[in-house]
């Protein structure tokens, strides 16, 4: 009943308290460690405890398509044009990758989305100490914090739901394990 409150109350957030903290974020760093989750319904979801060990961050990331540079300066004019390319990764999987950059010792456990305007996208990403005690001694954790790299290889839920690995079967042969897999396989 409690968390059922508190999703109730996020979903019915106020214009002003949201104006409000997306002018705070947007002012401070764009990886920012947390005391607590914004969200304790989604980040217990996602395996959160408050225990020592475990990192809440909040990212921001810029939204749009991504231009590339123009590689060459010489040749025919239509190769040399820039195109937008759009990324093949969610903003929540990006959001993830750079907390595990920022902190190289975690792993990813998980993220979810806060807030978003015209040009921002905001998250909150779960990270695992992967060499304190209490984590190593946590039969739960133990396993995701032996997982090394796990947000680059797109293991997280939401590099999953990216990859198109949310579904099963029929529609879904050509995913599994990978497109560019089962790509190379088919040639």
Known sequence: MFYQRIKENWRDLSRELRQERLIEWRRSNAVVRVERPMRLDRARSLGY???????????RVKRGGRQRERPLKHG?????ATSRKIVKMNYLWV??????????NCEVLGGYPLLKDGRHFFAEVI????????IRKDKQLRGVAK?????????????????GLRGKGTGF?????SISAHFKKRK
């Open 173 to 177: 042969e050509k995913i599994r394990p």
């Open 127 to 134: 990270l695992v100490d992967r060499d304190h005690p209490g």
């Open 76 to 80: 025919r004019r239509s190769k040399r």
């Open 147 to 163: 997982q090394r790299g796990r947000v680059f290889r797109g293991l997280t839920s939401s590099a999953r739901k990216s990859r």
């Open 95 to 104: 959001c993830e990758q750079r907390a595990n950059r920022k902190y190289k």
């Open 49 to 59: 405890r408050a225990k020592q060990g475990i990192i809440v961050v909040r990212v």
